[in-house]
């Protein structure tokens, strides 16, 4: 066992466990609970047992300060921390219990499978436990409660092919069900309808975003997600297609070029068609509230917004997507020629984030922060040529819709 922080306290010890959260979670009062134990047995004295977390209330105020009192007395501070030393006593007893259950869950033959093999984090050793499982097991099937998979599974069914016409209630389970069986994808006309009805120009957009746990721009807090890069494919009414980029890897806050380059390149009229609106429209609602003098011309913006990911959830479904309408899911089954693994370096908006930190790094070399640019840019192209194909898909020919 591990303590993050022991820190002496005469002749105890506070045991300090630091989590990356913006919270306490009761797993978290579990955690601190074995720690005591552990170090108790070990002769470890213990006075207070504490969890430090993120505070998400945090506002950087620069200059490398992550702990300041206010003029009104209010701590501005990065680290929250909560004596649990009260809340867990009654964990630290039952701690022999556990390892008892344990050891004898271990003695014995292999479990079932339970909601814990994923809650509060997927186990690594599910492949290892119960195999790979069925080629279409039951959570591809849409927002499925736990109660509906615990009864499909006391039935007997693991695979959704197994299932027959009729059980399923939900129209898009059956749906999805139906299309697992056949095998053959299913394009709703209705789709059509919508998207030939837009205007053009229209503004095919994407963001990327990064998210700091320790804050390194003034004025910006923990975890906020902060924009530092768009893609845009213009396409005009005959079709022609022209893209616009922004990127910013010098290290300053990339937040108000972002914003006054957007601007100029959205105009004031033509659809915005983006994938899942709920993103982007909220990191232009922020940018409206961080830049004041911008807000009126970013809000303007919102109106503008379509959300490709709706329809294309609600019109669009293909056996190998598996239950899942995400951009990277739906692609491969209308536009293979468009496959992100083709990317050099950058292949998702996780390595997007790891590159952006360490383009921006003065350490990084300048050959090797030009290759990180040429990687972030066609990762975020790919992401608005993705959509142009989709809407180009969904109106398309039936011919097409292999």
């Not at 937040?255 to 982007?280: D, H």
Request: aromatic share 10%; charged share 20%.
């Amino acid at each position: 066992m591990r303590a993050d922080i022991l820190k002496p306290a005469g002749k105890m010890w506070d045991l300090i466990e630091v989590k990356a959260s913006t919270s306490v979670k009761d797993h978290y009062r579990d955690d601190v609970a074995i720690q005591t134990y552990a170090f108790q047995q070990a002769g470890v004295p213990i006075r207070y047992s504490v969890l430090q977390y993120v505070n998400n209330t945090f506002v950087y105020p620069g200059n490398g300060c992550y702990h300041e009192i206010l003029s009104n007395g209010r701590v501005n501070s990065l680290f929250a921390e909560e004596d649990l030393t009260k809340d867990i006593a009654s964990l630290v007893t039952a701690v022999p219990r556990w390892v008892q259950e344990a050891q004898t869950m271990l003695a014995g033959l292999m479990p079932p499978l339970t909601d814990h093999c994923e809650d509060p984090y997927p186990c690594p050793f599910l492949g290892y436990c119960y195999g790979e499982g069925p080629e279409y097991p039951l959570s591809i099937l849409p927002r499925l409660s736990a109660k509906q998979h615990d009864l499909l599974t006391a039935q007997g069914y693991t695979d959704v092919r197994d299932i027959p016409p009729g059980v399923l209630t939900n129209d898009t389970h059956e749906w999805v069900r139906a299309i697992t069986v056949s095998q053959r994808p299913d394009v709703r006309p209705e789709v059509a309808v919508v998207i030939k009805a837009l205007s053009f120009p229209r503004y095919y957009l994407d963001f990327e975003t990064i998210q700091f746990a320790v804050p390194i721009w003034q004025g910006t807090r923990p975890y906020e997600q902060l924009p530092f890069q768009w893609s845009c494919h213009i396409e005009t009414k005959d079709q022609t297609l022209t893209h616009q980029e922004f990127l910013d890897l010098s290290g300053a806050a990339p937040m108000r070029a972002f914003a006054e380059s957007l601007l100029t390149t959205l105009k004031t009229s033509g659809p915005i068609l983006v994938y899942n609106q709920a993103f982007e429209g909220r990191i232009i609602r922020e940018l409206a509230v961080r830049f004041p003098d911008l807000e009126a011309a970013l809000t303007a913006l919102l109106p503008r917004l379509v959300d490709l990911l709706p329809l294309t959830r609600q019109h669009y479904y293909h056996p190998d997507m598996k239950g899942s309408w995400s951009i990277k899911a739906v692609l491969p089954t209308i536009a293979p020629d468009l496959d992100y693994a083709q990317l050099d370096g950058v292949q998702d908006g996780g390595q997007a984030q790891q590159a952006y930190i360490e383009a921006i790094d003065p350490n990084t070399p300048v050959a090797r922060k030009g290759v990180i640019k040429q990687s972030l840019i066609a990762y975020c192209e790919r992401d608005t040529e993705a959509m142009v194909r989709l809407a180009h898909f969904l109106v398309g020919p039936a011919s097409s819709r292999r």
